[in-house]
Nanobody
Framework: QVQLQESGPGLVKPSQTLSLTCTVS??????????WNWIRQPPGKGLEWIGY???????FYSPSLKSRTSISRDTSKNQFTLQLTSVTPEDTGVYYC??????????????WGQGTQVTVSS
C-alpha cells in the first residue's frame, strides 16, 4: 500500500550539498503519528540513521550529522527531502527513506524505499 521512492543525483562532488527526495504514495506524510526517516549504509558498513521529519513537521537529527543535515517536506507533493552539506567521500553510500510507525518505546520501520546509491567523488 505505502510506497517510498528515493530520487536525486547519484554523484556529488566533495564540499557540495547532497540533496535527495523521497516521494511517498499510498499514505500521507502528515498522518498522525508517522515519522519519516533517512538512513544510509556506507559500503561494507552497517546502517546509520541520519534523521527524521515527523507528521507535524518536527525534525530531529543524528548528533554526528546535525550540523550538516536538513530535512524538509512538501506536503502538497507528499515528499520529504534530505540535504547534507559539505559532503566528503565518507558520505558515500546507499541512502534509504523509511517510515517509522511512531509507537512509543519501539521503532518499527515498516516501509522502505529501494535505496539510492550516492557517490561523493571529484
Amino acid at each position: 500500500q505505502v510506497q517510498l521512492q528515493e530520487s536525486g543525483p547519484g554523484l556529488v562532488k566533495p564540499s557540495q550539498t547532497l540533496s535527495l527526495t523521497c516521494t511517498v504514495s499510498g499514505g500521507s506524510i502528515t498522518t498522525n503519528a508517522y515519522y519519516w526517516n533517512w538512513i544510509r549504509q556506507p559500503p561494507g558498513k552497517g546502517l546509520e540513521w541520519i534523521g527524521y521529519i515527523g507528521y507535524s513537521g518536527s525534525t530531529f537529527y543524528s548528533p554526528s550529522l546535525k550540523s550538516r543535515t536538513s530535512i524538509s517536506r512538501d506536503t502538497s507533493k507528499n515528499q520529504f527531502t534530505l540535504q547534507l552539506t559539505s559532503v566528503t567521500p565518507e558520505d558515500t553510500g546507499v541512502y534509504y527513506c523509511t517510515r517509522d510507525r511512531g509507537l512509543s518505546g519501539i521503532i518499527i520501520l515498516d516501509y522502505w524505499g529501494q535505496g539510492t546509491q550516492v557517490t561523493v567523488s571529484s
